[in-house]
């Protein structure tokens, strides 16, 4: 049996804000679901994937409707060695079963990658596929060119890396026990005495580390596209509450001290619910209404975060991405300027997009209507999004096809 142990409970700072990096959408799709649907149609027959603690409703989220095989998560340590030792722990699988390793910030492992790993394990206790170096290798010295350092017999090593399950267990088992440190489980490996056989890496098997490698797959993604047809749609929204009795606001996610409160059935945050209604307008799948009828009693003040989730999810659901989104809050009081940057934050966060694609603005109506009689506060708010689509449809014969091509009117 081919198992495959998926390491997602970092915290991938070095991919900017935006959250851990294996949650963000990348081409529309959280990264851990493509990585977990490449290693599934690549053979793998039961996978595990270890998380962190305050990941579980992210995760959730990231594997809803997979068609893989996935055991349930197990909690990560505090390193990426110790939450590879606690996922094999919780794995228990036979002691001869192949195990590979993977992370979970590579979503393009292929079947051939995958399936060299595992053939090696035939032979040789570990594998672990690798690229040649190309670029010369040079020391940094304070800035400055310092030394050439030889590059023959030196190559990059990837994962998913393989293992026979007792063996790797039991080397990270010592490593733990002893205290040895290493960057990968290939040397763990060898720190145990086992022989690690090399295999073909993949130039395309990038690690998704820097926001640099974030654009690099999403351009990847776009050229190696099944269609290249890519169509794009706006959607707009607007809400509007009253002012009822109580103490603050919530609007756009952030909770502002006020004189009085929403008269509304949910928490009453008019952003969130304009936007919620742009997005589902622009997948003309309803509105918020349709999806979180204010009729049934589990709404009754829900937090609003939960209606513009389903929103963006309905989004990766059809393979697409928010562009960007634009909100604008109409009232008198209270002052939206100050917490702007906030609300961007958090309509980010639960969007999942970048912050320079969200824009919340206020403006007044000069007093007039209810908004300037101070009687209650509206929202209008538009969202782009990219959704793939099928090419349009030939209807031409050959002849009229082949006129076309060689710039025969018609």
């Given at each position: ?50 998380i ?9 989220e ?23 030792r ?32 595992a ?25 400055f ?86 169509e ?35 928490d ?39 209606f ?103």
């Amino acid at each position: 049996m081919l198992h495959a142990l998926v390491v997602a409970a970092g915290r991938g700072t070095r991919a900017g804000p935006g959250g851990p990096k294996q949650y963000r959408r990348l081409g529309g799709v959280p990264v851990l679901r493509r990585t977990l649907a490449a290693l599934a149609a690549a053979g793998a027959e039961r996978i595990a994937v270890v998380i962190h603690v305050d990941d579980v409703a992210a995760y959730a989220e990231a594997v809803a409707g997979l068609d893989a095989p996935l055991a349930p998560p197990v909690a990560g340590g505090a390193t990426r060695q110790e939450s590879v030792r606690l996922g094999l722990e919780a794995l228990a699988a036979a002691p001869d079963a192949r195990v590979l390793i993977h992370d979970a910030a590579r979503p393009f492992a292929t079947p051939r990658l995958v399936g060299d790993v595992a053939a090696a394990l035939d032979a040789h206790p570990a594998a672990c596929p690798v690229l040649p170096l190309v670029d010369t290798l040079r020391r940094d010295s304070d800035g400055f060119a310092g030394e050439l350092l030889p590059r023959d017999r030196l190559v990059r090593a990837q994962t998913p890396q393989g293992f026979r399950y007792a063996a790797i267990l039991d080397a990270h088992r010592r490593a733990a026990e002893t205290g040895l440190e290493a960057t990968d489980d290939a040397e763990l490996a060898r720190a145990a005495g086992l022989a690690v056989a090399l295999t073909p890496g993949d130039p395309a098997n990038i690690k998704l580390t820097t926001p640099e490698d974030f654009m690099r797959a999403e351009a990847d993604l776009a050229r190696s596209a099944p269609t290249a047809h890519t169509e794009y749609r706006s959607g707009s929204g607007f809400d509007v509450h009253a002012f009822g009795p109580g103490d603050q606001v919530t609007i756009c996610g952030v909770s502002i001290p006020f004189d009085r409160g929403f008269l509304a059935h949910s928490d009453g945050d008019v952003g969130m619910h304009a936007l919620t209604d742009a997005i589902f307008g622009a997948l003309a799948e309803g509105d918020i209404g349709r999806w979180f009828p204010p009729s049934d009693p589990q709404w009754k003040g829900a937090d609003s975060a939960i209606f513009l989730a389903k929103a963006a999810e309905r989004v990766a659901a059809r393979g697409g991405r928010i562009v960007n989104v634009d909100v604008t809050l109409i009232c008198e009081a209270p002052k939206i300027g100050p917490h702007s940057d906030l609300m961007r934050r958090r309509l980010a966060e639960i969007l999942r997009i970048d912050l320079g694609r969200v824009s919340v603005k206020a403006t007044t109506t000069e007093r007039l209507g209810f908004p300037g009689r101070g009687e209650g506060i509206a929202a209008q708010a538009a969202a782009s999004l990219a959704l793939p689509c099928a090419p349009p449809a030939d209807d031409r014969s050959d002849d009229e096809r082949a006129d076309a091509m060689n710039g025969v009117p018609t």
